[in-house]
C-alpha cells in the first residue's frame, strides 16, 4: 500500500480546498442509467493495459476512485464492464477517461488520460526540473521546490511523490499550470476570481483562492460523486451520501455492503445492495448477484484455451477471445490475460 496521507498532501498542494473548509458527498443520483462503464471488448483493452502498464492500475484507482487492486484479468473487466446502479453519479465522466484508455495505443498515452500519473522513479520529465534542458521555461525549474510546471503548462511534475497532475483534464475544468505566491504549482483554471463563494455548477465543485485570487475547479464526475452543499457544515464540495468521501488507507473493501476504493485520502462506492447484489470479498471486493453463475474465484477462470478466456461479469460467464481484438492470451503472475 502507498502512503495515502503523503499523496493527499501533495493534492491538496495542487489547489484542493483545505478539508475543513469543504465537504463532500453525493448529491441526487444524475449520472447516465444502465450498463456497465464499457463493453466487454473495450473493458478487457483496458484491463491488458493494467496488465502490462507499470502503475496504470493506481492511476486509474486514485483518479477515479475505482477498485483497481492488481488481482485477475477477470475481476479488472468485471469492475468495468460489470453492471452499474441506475443513475450512478459520474458515470459519464469515468466512461470517458476509460475509453480514453481503451483506444490507447501504449501506456504513455493510457497515463495521459488520466487525472493523475505515477510515473517510474526516474522519469525523464521529473529529471529536467532539476536543471535540464528546460530549467527556468517551465514555472519552477532549477529551484528548491520538487514541483513545477510542465515546459507546455498543461501539467504539475511533482516529482517528489513521483506524481503529474494533468491540469488539462475534464477533472480540473480543463486548467493550466500556474505557480502561485509561495512559488506553488497548481491547476489553475482563471487567474481572477469567478466565484465568491464556493459553489457548484452541476457535478463541477469551484472555489477561489484568498490570497492569490485564483479559481479552482474540481469535477466531481470523475470521482462517481455529485456536488452539492454537504449536509453537516452546509459547504460546497463532491459529496457521497451527503459527507466529505474521506479515508484514511488505500484499498478496496466492502463497507455496508458497498464496494469502497479508497485511493489519496478520498473513496468511491459502488452501492451493490441498490442492485439486489452483495459485496464478496474474494478475491477483491465486487457486486455478485445472488443468482451468480460464476465466481471470481472459479479456478476455470482466467485460463488460456488458445485465444480463449474465461471470464466472469456480473455474476455471468463469459468468454472472450483475445483475437478479436488484436491481442493474444498470455499467462502472467494472475493466470491469464489478453496481451
Not at 39 to 59: G, H, I, M, N, Q
Request: hydrophobic share 30%.
Amino acid at each position: 500500500m502507498r502512503n495515502a496521507g503523503a499523496l493527499l498532501a501533495a493534492t491538496l498542494l495542487l489547489g484542493c480546498p483545505s478539508l475543513d473548509g469543504f465537504a463532500g458527498g453525493d448529491k441526487a443520483e444524475a449520472g447516465v442509467s444502465g450498463g456497465g462503464f464499457l463493453s466487454l471488448a473495450d473493458a478487457a483493452r483496458v484491463c491488458s493495459k493494467v496488465v502490462t502498464c507499470p502503475e496504470l492500475d493506481y492511476a486509474i484507482g486514485f483518479s477515479l476512485l475505482l477498485p483497481m487492486e492488481p488481482t485477475t484479468f477477470s475481476t479488472c473487466v468485471d469492475v468495468l464492464a460489470g453492471p452499474l446502479p441506475p443513475g450512478r453519479s459520474g458515470k459519464a465522466e469515468q466512461t470517458e477517461s476509460l475509453t480514453c484508455v481503451a483506444k490507447a495505443t501504449n501506456c504513455a498515452a493510457a497515463a495521459a488520460c488520466l487525472p493523475y500519473e505515477f510515473p517510474l522513479p526516474g522519469d525523464p520529465r521529473c529529471e529536467l526540473g532539476t536543471g535540464g534542458a528546460d530549467a527556468g521555461a517551465d514555472g519552477g525549474g532549477g529551484s528548491s521546490n520538487p514541483s513545477r510546471c510542465s515546459g507546455d503548462g498543461k501539467s504539475v511534475l511533482h516529482c517528489g511523490y513521483d506524481m503529474i497532475v494533468h491540469c488539462g483534464h475534464g477533472h480540473f475544468g480543463e486548467s493550466s499550470c500556474v505557480v502561485d505566491s509561495n512559488d506553488v504549482p497548481r491547476c489553475v483554471a482563471a487567474t481572477t476570481c469567478t466565484v465568491n463563494a464556493p459553489m457548484c455548477s452541476s457535478t463541477t465543485s469551484m472555489w477561489c483562492d484568498a490570497v492569490d485570487k485564483f479559481t479552482y475547479e474540481t469535477n466531481c464526475g470523475y470521482w462517481g460523486a455529485g456536488c452539492g452543499a454537504d449536509q453537516a457544515t452546509g459547504s460546497y464540495f463532491c459529496l457521497v451520501n451527503g459527507a466529505i468521501p474521506e479515508c484514511s488507507t488505500d484499498g478496496v473493501q466492502c463497507v455496508s455492503g458497498r464496494v469502497r476504493a479508497c485511493y489519496g485520502g478520498y473513496f468511491g462506492d459502488i452501492d451493490c445492495p441498490v442492485m439486489g447484489s452483495t459485496c464478496n470479498p474474494y478475491p477483491m471486493p465486487h457486486c455478485s448477484p445472488p443468482s451468480a453463475a460464476c465466481k471470481q474465484t472459479d479456478s476455470d477462470l482466467n485460463v488460456c484455451q488458445g485465444s480463449q478466456l474465461a471470464l466472469c461479469v456480473g455474476g455471468k460467464r463469459q468468454t472472450l477471445d483475445c483475437a478479436s481484438i488484436g491481442l493474444s492470451c498470455a499467462e502472467g503472475p494472475s493466470g491469464g490475460y489478453c496481451g
